[in-house]
């Protein structure tokens, strides 16, 4: 497949592998991170569009900047811009908080020569956002929980599943994706969970090099991101653990057992030593919660559209889609194979055909199916 560049060139892209799967589910084209269809949907959207809201995510403002960082061809599907890992952490922190943006920043804390906190940024920052003027909102939150919706699928049996190795018996929801420049020149795995977004990059800052043959980040950056992700969701649920406990003895110690009296944030900090916004980390339950303004629909993979008798159980899939843009047609595709498969008899194990071979009296006709195979 072929596309024509604004200048006139021809644009041959290749999924990894050379293999060309035809039509596939925008879910299994994103978690496979299949090239050709990026390019198609970077087709569809138009360039304005796409850089608009790449531009957003990675906090790019200036125009001349914009045009310096988004070239204006087919391989930016692709992820031909430079950017580094704290600006894709910053990108992808949009999709883990409903659409809206997180400015990055390096101190979370300052502690004096006797270790005690002295300056919280964090969670002036986090008070900031909650209270003053809050985070910018920079797509829809339903569009925001489709993406990882589907990026969940990546780490589930897509290009981050060998982070799964490592990851252990991890219970919070897991959204991700890998990321390999041509000639195996960078590899990435950027994901997130409700609590933590993790950038993972190898590679080089200057031109030249490649990591090696086939280097890819599924390979190299998901094991790594996998493992860091299992390690600090442990210290999530250990210092879930401890906070619990030193609640209960400050409680105890200010008589207040059963007896209502709050024990303040600040309170906690001094007790454990840690940096308050810490605290309100773990003292809350997070999920990636659905939205309103979304619906769930049985689908067939095969062609997206409403399943027909012809549609096989395991071709069926619950999707979600906005309301406006839940499909109307009835899959043909299934059928249109069924009938094709009857016109030619089976070969033998010889390459000839044996016109007896097929028993018809085993064959259920369509008609005769109950309206949901599912009620099989």
Same mark, same amino acid.
């Given at each position: 497949m072929?596309?024509?560049?604004?200048?006139?060139?021809?644009y041959?892209?290749?999924?990894?592998?050379?293999?060309?799967?035809?039509?596939?589910?925008?879910?299994?084209?994103?978690?496979?991170?299949?090239?050709?269809?990026a390019?198609?949907?970077?087709q569809?959207?138009h360039?304005?569009?796409?850089?608009?809201?790449?531009?957003?995510?990675?906090?790019?403002?200036?125009?001349?900047?914009?045009?310096?960082?988004?070239?204006?061809?087919?391989?930016?599907?692709?992820?031909?811009?430079?950017v580094?890992?704290?600006?894709?952490?910053?990108?992808?922190?949009?999709?883990?908080?409903?659409?809206?943006?997180?400015?990055?920043?390096?101190?979370?804390?300052?502690?004096?020569?006797?270790?005690?906190?002295?300056?919280?940024?964090?969670?002036?920052?986090?008070?900031?956002?909650?209270?003053?003027?809050?985070?910018?909102?920079?797509?829809?939150?339903?569009?925001?929980?489709?993406?990882?919706?589907?990026?969940?699928?990546?780490?589930?049996?897509?290009?981050?599943?060998?982070?799964?190795?490592?990851?252990?018996?991890?219970?919070?929801?897991?959204?991700?994706?890998?990321?390999?420049?041509?000639?195996?020149?960078?590899?990435?795995?950027?994901g997130?969970?409700?609590?933590?977004?993790?950038?993972?990059?190898?590679?080089f800052?200057?031109?030249?090099?490649?990591?090696?043959?086939?280097?890819?980040?599924?390979?190299?950056?998901?094991?790594?991101?996998?493992?860091?992700?299992?390690?600090?969701?442990?210290?999530?649920?250990?210092?879930?653990?401890?906070?619990?406990?030193?609640?209960?003895?400050?409680?105890r110690?200010?008589?207040?057992?059963?007896?209502?009296?709050?024990?303040?944030?600040?309170? +906690?900090s001094?007790? $454990?030593?840690? /940096? *308050?916004?810490? &605290?309100?980390?773990?003292?809350?339950?997070r !999920?990636?919660? =659905?939205?309103?303004?979304?619906?769930?629909?049985?689908?067939?993979?095969?062609?997206?559209?409403?399943?027909?008798?012809?549609?096989?159980?395991?071709?069926?899939?619950?999707?979600?889609?906005?309301?406006?843009?839940?499909?109307?047609?009835?899959?043909?595709?299934?059928r249109?194979? +069924?009938?094709?498969? $009857?016109?030619? /008899? *089976?070969?033998? &194990?010889?390459?000839?055909?044996?016109?007896? !071979?097929?028993? =018809?009296?085993?064959?259920?006709?369509?008609?005769?199916?109950?309206?949901d195979?599912?009620?099989?």
């Amino acid at each position: 497949m072929y596309f024509r560049e604004p200048n006139g060139n021809l644009y041959i892209p290749d999924n990894h592998g050379e293999v060309y799967r035809g039509d596939v589910p925008v879910r299994d084209a994103l978690a496979l991170s299949l090239n050709i269809p990026a390019v198609e949907v970077l087709q569809m959207l138009h360039f304005d569009e796409a850089i608009a809201m790449a531009s957003r995510l990675l906090g790019v403002r200036d125009p001349d900047e914009i045009s310096r960082i988004f070239p204006r061809s087919w391989a930016l599907a692709l992820g031909t811009v430079g950017v580094s890992p704290l600006g894709m952490a910053r990108a992808y922190s949009a999709f883990a908080n409903g659409g809206r943006g997180v400015e990055p920043a390096a101190v979370l804390c300052v502690r004096d020569s006797n270790g005690r906190i002295i300056a919280d940024p964090e969670s002036e920052r986090a008070e900031s956002a909650q209270f003053g003027d809050g985070m910018p909102r920079l797509m829809k939150p339903q569009t925001a929980y489709l993406v990882t919706d589907i990026l969940q699928s990546a780490v589930s049996y897509g290009t981050v599943a060998a982070a799964r190795f490592s990851l252990g018996g991890i219970r919070y929801p897991l959204a991700g994706k890998t990321g390999t420049s041509q000639n195996w020149h960078n590899a990435w795995t950027v994901g997130y969970s409700p609590y933590f977004v993790t950038a993972v990059w190898f590679g080089f800052d200057r031109g030249g090099g490649s990591l090696g043959t086939s280097r890819s980040g599924a390979l190299l950056a998901s094991p790594v991101w996998g493992q860091f992700m299992h390690d600090i969701h442990a210290t999530l649920d250990r210092d879930r653990v401890l906070l619990a406990a030193a609640q209960r003895d400050l409680e105890r110690s200010a008589g207040g057992a059963g007896g209502g009296i709050a024990v303040s944030r600040e309170d +906690l900090s001094r007790h $454990l030593d840690i /940096p *308050p916004s810490w &605290i309100s980390v773990i003292s809350e339950e997070r !999920a990636f919660e =659905r939205p309103p303004g979304l619906v769930e629909y049985t689908v067939c993979v095969k062609s997206g559209l409403r399943p027909s008798a012809y549609c096989a159980r395991e071709d069926r899939r619950r999707e979600l889609f906005f309301p406006d843009n839940v499909p109307e047609e009835e899959c043909t595709i299934c059928r249109d194979e +069924l009938l094709k498969s $009857l016109e030619a /008899p *089976p070969e033998t &194990i010889d390459g000839r055909i044996d016109t007896n !071979a097929i028993d =018809r009296s085993l064959l259920q006709l369509p008609d005769a199916m109950p309206e949901d195979i599912d009620d099989f």
